[in-house]
């Protein structure tokens, strides 16, 4: 079990793709408070998922909707995040930049996946 895992959280993070594509189907996107590191608030985006509703408690996870991903999302979908709503997209695990660390990262794939 990934390390990351022993402590689980409302949010998805890289660990739990467990290295591979997880492709999703969009509920919803809202705005939420969330709070940082700090204890600051802040106001972003977050992905609902409609396979997470299946699921009980914190294992119902979604995504905080970075501006990476973001721009992805409308590519693929475009600028109206109501059109969002039944839209597939995959997720993988990867490294990224964040300041000067690297960091573990979840990123959206730059393509519709197949349908069903």
Known sequence: MHAELLH????????DLRGQDVTLTIL????????????????????????????????????VLNKTNRRIIQRLYGDETDHWKGKRITLYPTRAKFGRDDVDAIRI???????K
């Open 28 to 63: 919803h996107v809202e705005l939420e408070q969330l709070t940082m590191t700090g204890g600051q608030k802040e106001t972003k985006p977050v992905v609902h998922f409609t396979e997470m509703q299946k699921r009980e408690g914190v294992e119902r996870k979604r995504l």
């Open 8 to 15: 689980p959280n409302e949010f998805l993070k890289a660990a």
């Open 109 to 115: 794939r730059n393509k519709k996946p197949e349908t």
